[in-house]
Nanobody, 124 residues
Framework: VQLQASGGGLVQAGGSLRLFCAAS????????MAWFRQASGNEREFVAG???????TYADSMKGRFTISRDNSKNAVYLQIDNLKPEDTAVYYC???????????????????WGQGTQVTVSS
């Protein structure tokens, strides 16, 4: 599986962005998908996950302004970010893996494939 993330950009605080991750390969619907982000000088952190069974999960700090969705017919996963804040400035990565039942989506070691990242910059 190859992943290509896009949709980032420079946005004013309060604005919205929709990030897009395109996946190659015929087995997209057999993977759990997730978005992570990494701000300069910080560790990469989990944002949201969309399971192969259709469920979604979010990091506690991301609930409310972030919405993950996937379209298996298009081999795509999306991340809608509303009411952007300067602290959302980061490189956003999409990832694909097979997360065991009852395992945390936030565990980065469970992901086999990563996109190259797309930069989101929020100005105040």
């Amino acid at each position: 599986v190859q992943l290509q993330a896009s949709g980032g950009g420079l946005v004013q605080a309060g604005g919205s962005l929709r990030l897009f991750c395109a996946a190659s390969g015929r087995t997209f619907n057999s993977y759990d998908m997730a978005w992570f982000r990494q701000a300069s000088g910080n560790e990469r952190e989990f944002v949201a996950g969309a399971s192969r069974s259709g469920g979604t999960t979010y990091a506690d700090s991301m609930k409310g302004r972030f919405t993950i969705s996937r379209d298996n017919s298009k081999n795509a996963v999306y991340l809608q970010i509303d009411n952007l804040k300067p602290e959302d400035t980061a490189v956003y990565y999409c990832a694909a893996g097979r997360i065991p039942r009852n395992w945390l989506f936030a565990d980065q070691h469970r992901y086999d494939y990563w996109g190259q990242g797309t930069q989101v910059t929020v100005s105040s």
